[in-house]
C-alpha cells in the first residue's frame, strides 16, 4: 500500500508525464486489491519528451457503475497540475480505506486535455478551449462585437513594449467604460470566429472532446447517480476556492449540486459567481449522454492564483508565442514558465491551501455518494 504524503503539497507532480505514468502505476498496484478498469484514449500529438498524450479514464469498483463519482483533471491543461494532485491523494490514500458498493465506482479521469498539460497551454493542440468545445453544432460567426472590437488588443501580433502599452491603455478604457465584469465576460465567454484567437471554441468537435464524450456514454451507461467534479485554477482570490456549476437556475443538475454541496456552490448563470456565463461548457456536453433520468451534480472547484490582469497577460503571451514566437528561445522559455506560474503557482504555501482544500471536497462529496462509506 502506498502512503498518503504527510504534506498535501507533495500531492503536485512534477510534470504530465510523470503524473501519468505514477497514476497508472498507482492504478495498477491497486487492481490487486479492488476492481480496477482502465480506458486509455491517446491523442495524435506527443509531449515535450515524446510522450503519448491520453486521457485515461479508471474505473475503480463497479464496472458498470449505477452511482459514480468522477474525478477529473486538466481541462484546461496546464490546469492539469491541482487536479492531478487530487487524483493522486485519491489514489494514495482516499481509495484504500473506502468501501465500496457492488453498483458503485469512484473514476478518476487524468487529463481532459493531455496536450495543454504537457505543454503548459490551457488550450488544446488545436488552439481550442475545451470547456467552449462541447457543442453538438458550431457557427463559425459566433463571436461578441466587443472581442472583434478588442481583438488586437486580446490577440498582440507583437510584444513589442510600446505596443503592449497602448492596447493595455485601451483595455483599460475598455474597462472603464464597460466594467471589469464585462470585460472578463467579452475575454473569456468564447468566440468561435478566430482559430488563432484566445478563447477559441473550435470550428468541430476537437478529439479529446469525443473521447471524453464517449468514454462518459461508454462506461456511464448504466448510471443513475453521477457525481462529477473537474478541478480548475486561475480565478479568484488566491488560494481561495469557488464552486461553481454552470447548470441553468430551474434545472435538476442545479438542484442536485445544491443538495451535494450545500451552501458551497454558486451558480455561474445567476451572475452569483465570480464565473461569468460561457458558451459550450463540458457539463452540458457530458449530462447529454448519461442515460434519461441519471441524477448528474457537476461542479468545477476554481482556485485562485494571481490577479486576473497577470492570469489573462499569461494566456494572451502563451497565445502569441504559439502563433509568432519561439517556443526555445529565452523569451520562449519565459512566457512558458509565467504560464505555469499563473496557473500553478511554485508556492508550496499555496500548493498545500489548495490540495488540502480540494482534499476535504472530495471527503464531503465522497459521504454523499450512494454506496460508497470510509472504513474504520
Ligand atoms: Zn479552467
Redesign the pocket.
Same mark, same amino acid.
Given at each position: 500500500m502506498t502512503l498518503a504524503p504527510a504534506d498535501p503539497a507533495d500531492n503536485f507532480q512534477p510534470s504530465y508525464r510523470v503524473s501519468r505514468e505514477r497514476f497508472l502505476e498507482k492504478l495498477h498496484r491497486l487492481s490487486a486489491r479492488l476492481p480496477v478498469r482502465v480506458d486509455s484514449r491517446a491523442i495524435a500529438p506527443r509531449g515535450p519528451e515524446g510522450e503519448t498524450l491520453a486521457l485515461d479514464f479508471a474505473i475503480v469498483g463497479a464496472r458498470r457503475p449505477k452511482h459514480a463519482l468522477v474525478l477529473s483533471s486538466g @481541462? $484546461?491543461g496546464v #490546469?492539469g497540475y491541482t487536479g492531478s494532485a487530487l487524483q493522486h491523494w485519491a489514489l494514495d490514500a482516499l481509495l484504500p480505506r473506502l468501501a465500496l458498493a457492488a453498483d458503485t465506482a469512484i473514476v478518476l479521469q487524468h487529463a481532459n486535455n493531455p496536450y495543454g498539460f504537457a505543454w503548459h497551454r490551457?488550450v488544446n493542440e488545436d488552439n481550442v478551449d475545451p470547456?467552449r468545445n462541447f457543442r453538438d453544432a458550431f457557427d463559425p460567426g459566433q463571436c461578441s462585437p466587443d472581442y472583434e472590437a478588442l481583438y488586437d488588443c486580446l490577440n498582440p501580433a507583437d510584444l513589442h513594449p510600446d505596443n503592449e502599452a497602448r492596447r493595455w491603455a485601451e483595455i483599460q478604457a475598455y474597462i472603464d467604460r464597460e466594467g471589469l465584469r464585462r470585460f472578463q465576460q467579452v475575454a473569456v465567454e468564447g468566440q468561435y470566429k478566430f482559430p488563432r484567437g484566445i478563447q477559441f471554441g473550435g470550428h468541430r468537435r476537437s478529439a479529446g472532446t469525443q473521447h471524453l464524450i464517449d468514454l462518459t456514454r461508454e462506461h456511464l451507461a448504466a448510471a443513475q447517480t453521477v457525481i462529477w467534479v473537474? +478541478? $480548475? @485554477?486561475?480565478?479568484g482570490e488566491s488560494g481561495a476556492c469557488e464552486l461553481i456549476c454552470g447548470a441553468p437556475l430551474d434545472s435538476p443538475a442545479y438542484a442536485f449540486a445544491q443538495e451535494i454541496w450545500a451552501g458551497e456552490v454558486r451558480s455561474s448563470q445567476a451572475g452569483e459567481s465570480i464565473s461569468t456565463p460561457l458558451n459550450g461548457l463540458l457539463d452540458l456536453g457530458l449530462q447529454a449522454v448519461l442515460p434519461a433520468g441519471a441524477r448528474f451534480a457537476f461542479a +468545477?472547484p #476554481?482556485y485562485g492564483t494571481w490577479p486576473p490582469e497577470r492570469v489573462i497577460r499569461a494566456m494572451r503571451s502563451d497565445n502569441w508565442l504559439h502563433h509568432h514566437g519561439d517556443l526555445g528561445d529565452a523569451a520562449g522559455r519565459a512566457i512558458k514558465a509565467e504560464m505555469l506560474e499563473a496557473?500553478r503557482p511554485a508556492s508550496r504555501d499555496w500548493m498545500r491551501t489548495v490540495a488540502a482544500h480540494g482534499i476535504g471536497l472530495v471527503e464531503r462529496t465522497v459521504a454523499r455518494l450512494p454506496g460508497a462509506s470510509m472504513r474504520g
Open positions: @481541462t $484546461h #490546469e490551457r470547456n473537474d +478541478f $480548475h @485554477t486561475g480565478l +468545477f #476554481e496557473f
